[in-house]
């Protein structure tokens, strides 16, 4: 929901990392490789329930996925990033952590709380839904000449669930573990509504 709003806001700072980090050692993908390796971390420690170092992890991860863009963009002279495989990569770990850490939350807050099973699956599903639905439209979308850019490698639709919120809901597990359950359940009706709008929308816009 935030996402568009927050982008314009930490461009600049964004832009200015991306300065500090164009040296030759440090590549995009290297970044996104970064944020692969920290989120499984991140999701093995949650399910040992190690909450501060997973959320450390967390962290960092998303930072090294907000930074590869802003890199890509610098190197390629300012445009939308031109590698494709760059941004196959970068889509597939955000799926792999996405995913891995709903599952390592479950295990250690399951473990520690007895928090039950239910709502992790429920968010699970609508990140399946709600990532088919996306990824189908930027599909379509390119092919019928309608790509949404914003800077992105995929055509992304707007809803109520995005990566700000995302990064902030999978924080709050890790703050409060022991509350991982309740926050799992609205986060998963929100996602299910987001997914839902995004499917109506995609609908509509592909007419």
Not at 16 to 43: C, F, I, K
Not at 52 to 79: F, K, N, V
Not at 102 to 113: K, P, R, S, T
Not at 153 to 163: N, Q, T, V
Request: net charge neutral; aromatic share 10%.
């Amino acid at each position: 929901m935030f996402d568009a709003r927050l982008r314009s806001a930490l461009t600049p700072a964004a832009d200015a990392a991306a300065r500090v980090l164009d040296v030759p050692w440090v590549t995009p993908n290297r970044l996104t490789a970064l944020n692969l390796v920290a989120g499984l971390a991140s999701a093995a420690l949650a399910a040992t329930q190690l909450w501060i170092p997973a959320l450390i992890l967390w962290l960092l991860c998303r930072l090294a996925d907000g930074l590869d863009g802003p890199l890509a963009r610098r190197r390629a002279g300012g445009s939308a990033p031109a590698s494709g495989q760059g941004g196959f990569f970068d889509i597939c770990a955000d799926f792999i952590v996405y995913g891995a850490t709903v599952i390592g939350v479950a295990l250690g807050a399951n473990a520690a709380f007895d928090a039950p099973w239910l709502p992790f699956l429920l968010v699970l599903f609508a990140y399946y839904i709600n990532g088919g639905a996306f990824l189908a439209f930027s599909s379509i979308a390119e092919k019928q000449g309608r790509t949404l850019d914003d800077g992105r490698s995929l055509s992304f639709l707007g809803g109520l669930a995005e990566g700000a919120e995302t990064v902030l809901v999978h924080s709050l597990w890790l703050i409060f573990p022991f509350a991982a359950a309740p926050i799992a359940a609205v986060w998963a009706l929100l996602v299910g509504l987001s997914a839902a709008h995004r499917v109506v929308l995609g609908y509509r816009s592909l007419g």
